[in-house]
């Protein structure tokens, strides 16, 4: 489904109008995007709580809004088997994949129990294990390196492949475009989402991209190019799951830009938002949660009562203060570990 | 026995042989497959490990000249647990990959915790060759050898490109392998040994001598082996320090020489300021200070974008003559 209509300046109403669609999906697959939604949703509040109260330092992307879209893509993939990359606003890929959320958090937070030992922080949260690569920092970076871990998929004969996020302002870089070359020339199982939350950082879409239909940049490429709507989970997922499995049959990439929305600042310390967009805009953008649109389907269906949402709320909220608790007792890394892991077989000359 | 090449014919064995060996290792670079390779290092790999009808060959990748992407998809693959080798047509041309090697190769063991190991080597010729001007002819060794997480090798001799080449193939951190080109037509002897390594992090002395200690690495090396040889007549009796690997640096056997000779000179084609031969200095002077009888003297390349022209650019690059004349300044 090619959503077009993107030609227009308002902001928060990319996809205006939701397709219309008979859901076929079963309570429980239903309950489980609610909950998995829902719980990244407390689990980003909590982390901006966390972040206020100067338990969290640096640089920190909170994934409030997009949710259905991560939700979405890591329930299409074979997880643990196929690789994933995303960029620093890599909280949700990893709590979907099956990482510890209290490795997470704890990451998050420079804590021994963290993913890195405390070394990564928010945005350099791994697990290699479950499929997970990072957690990268420097906007585009990390695509060619998702295009090397489908390289390796297919130079191995394996089944696998990658998904390689990015965000609106990355699809500029001209990396990513050396990589798009290559994806299509070498034949590589990857696909490029592109999580188009419409601004890069502070930088409106119509200010940083000189076509804002970025689905188009696979075209010339000759790679599948396609713009979906990221606010609505069940589509999400249904989309998602033909594109991945598309992939890894053709073995060809694809390039799917899906529009979807931040409620927060671009960074934790992003404390003023209306310099770049009103609060009209964002109020307009609330009307297409992603979890208060699930939560409406679900009613509708007799799958969820308004009691029944409360209790899950509770539970999941009651889960992420237990994390904390833990995350909060771990002690911060130990000083003589400065020197681990900055190579496999030795350590570099120690002092200042 | 010993078998007879010259420096690229050993580097060329020397990968071929860890690929037939290993087929998770693969290289890729620019025009390295159908066209030979612009410095002909791996003349004749397309028809061995792949085919010249084939759109892509993946095991010898031919890679638009793109090099921040292909470097990255090299970084990528390496930490899926492929070994690429990733060829610069010239080091020159990895500043553009310098993101990919520098903010991605160099720091995702640590940013892991150790969880994710990156197997690659960076390889190319660097410094100046011949007339090929500013944007040709740079010397990376110093600006790698600055990073934590990468390791820099500068292999002068046949043996050791051979020997070394094996170690930073096996090697699961990412490793600069540093080629100048004036080596590549240098002949030497290489043991008949397909499992000959060289390891890195050691330094040699290929002269020995008690008046001064010559230090340098790459193809200053040979500068200084001929150097030698000119002060051996005038009654001056050097020694030849091979550091060979700048990262990690073995300073104990420069140390060792210095603590011998009480003199030192340390050359590198570099450009004099700031380059990897101040480093040297630096830890000479504060580890060997009580040793010295003089000051340690640099000779690095001049402080210039390398110009076209050969008479300027011959001026630019340290000589057998600009060595001599600093031993003569401390002697």
């Not at chain 1, 689905?215 to 709507?229: C, Y």
């Not at chain 1, 995350?327 to 002092?351: H, L, R």
């Not at chain 2, 051979?162 to 090697?171: P, Q, R």
């Not at chain 2, 830890?283 to 000051?295: K, M, N, V, Y």
């Amino acid at each position: 489904m090619l959503l077009r209509s993107n030609t227009g300046t308002k902001r928060g109403s990319t996809v205006a109008k939701q397709a219309e669609y008979k859901i076929t999906e079963s309570a429980a697959e239903l309950e489980e995007h609610l909950r998995d939604m829902l719980f990244i949703r407390l689990f980003e509040e909590k982390c901006n709580r966390v972040y206020r109260e100067g338990k969290a330092g640096g640089y920190m992307h909170v994934y409030i809004g997009m949710e259905a879209l991560a939700v979405g893509w890591m329930k299409a993939i074979r997880k643990g088997e196929d690789y994933v990359i995303t960029a620093y606003r890599d909280h949700a890929h990893a709590l979907l994949l099956g990482t510890p959320p209290e490795a997470v958090l704890g990451e998050v937070m420079g804590r021994k129990c963290g993913t890195a030992g405390g070394k990564g922080g928010s945005m350099h949260i791994y697990d290699p294990k479950n499929g997970f690569y990072g957690g990268w920092g420097i906007v585009g970076g990390h695509i060619p390196l998702g295009a090397g871990l489908a390289f390796a998929a297919r130079y191995r004969g394996e089944d696998k492949v990658c998904i390689n996020f990015m965000g609106d302002g990355a699809a500029n870089q001209g990396v990513v475009f050396e990589t798009l070359n290559m994806a299509s020339l070498y034949d590589l199982p990857c696909v490029f989402v592109i999580e188009n939350n419409e601004f890069a950082m502070g930088t409106r879409l119509e200010y940083h991209a000189a076509d804002k239909e970025l689905w188009k940049r696979g075209l010339p490429f000759d790679i599948r190019s396609e713009r979906l709507d990221g606010m609505d989970v069940i589509q999400m997922k249904r989309q998602a799951t033909e594109i991945v499995e598309w992939c890894r049959k053709e073995q060809r990439p694809a390039w799917i830009e899906i529009m979807t929305y931040r409620y927060s600042g671009h960074g934790a310390a992003d404390n003023d938002r209306q310099l770049y967009r009103t609060k009209e805009e964002e109020e307009l953008a609330w009307t297409r949660d992603p979890i208060a649109r699930l939560k409406k389907q679900m009613i509708s269906l007799g799958y969820m009562t308004d009691e029944k949402y409360e209790a899950i709320e509770e539970e999941l909220n009651n889960e992420v203060e237990r994390i904390y608790e833990i995350c909060d007792a771990s002690p911060f890394p130990d000083p003589d570990e400065v020197y681990d892991n900055i190579y496999s077989d030795m350590t570099p000359e120690k002092g200042h | 026995m010993a078998l007879e090449m010259t420096y690229r014919e050993a580097l060329a064995k020397s990968i071929e042989e860890e690929m037939q060996k290993n087929s998770e290792v693969f290289i890729m670079g620019e025009d390295i497959g159908r066209y030979q390779g612009t410095f002909k290092v791996t003349r004749g790999f397309v028809e061995k490990f792949g085919s010249r009808s084939a759109n892509y060959n993946y095991r010898i990748l031919d890679t638009p000249i793109t090099e921040c992407g292909f470097t990255g998809i090299g970084i990528g693959a390496a930490m899926a647990g492929l070994r690429p080798i990733v060829e610069f047509m010239t080091m020159s041309f990895s500043i553009l990959a310098l993101d990919q090697i520098i903010n991605h190769a160099a720091k995702v063991h640590y940013m892991t915790n150790g969880e994710v190991k990156c197997p690659i080597v960076f390889r190319g010729p660097g410094g100046a060759a011949k007339q090929l001007s500013a944007q040709h002819s740079h010397s990376m060794d110093g600006w790698y050898a600055h990073v934590p997480g990468l390791k820099v090798v500068c292999p002068a001799t046949v043996a050791d490109a051979y020997g070394m080449m094996k170690s930073a193939i096996a090697d699961d951190n990412p490793v600069i392998f540093y080629e100048n080109p004036g080596l590549y037509t240098v002949k030497g002897e290489i043991p008949d040994d397909i499992n000959y390594s060289v390891p890195i992090g050691k330094g040699q002395i290929l002269r020995e001598g008690k008046d001064i200690s010559l230090i340098g690495y790459s193809r200053m090396t040979q500068v200084h082996l001929a150097a030698a040889e000119m002060l051996a007549k005038d009654g001056i009796d050097c020694e030849v320090v091979d550091v060979r690997s700048l990262l990690p640096l073995d300073t104990e056997t420069i140390y060792n020489s210095v603590r011998k000779t009480h003199r030192a000179v340390v050359t590198y084609e570099d450009w004099r300021s700031g380059g990897f031969g101040g480093e040297i200095v630096s830890r000479i002077q504060e580890d060997c200070f009580d040793d010295l009888d003089a000051p340690v003297i640099r000779v690095g390349g001049l402080n210039v974008p390398m110009p076209y022209a050969r008479n300027l650019e011959l001026l630019c690059i340290p000589s057998e003559e600009d060595v001599i004349a600093a031993v003569h300044k401390i002697r």
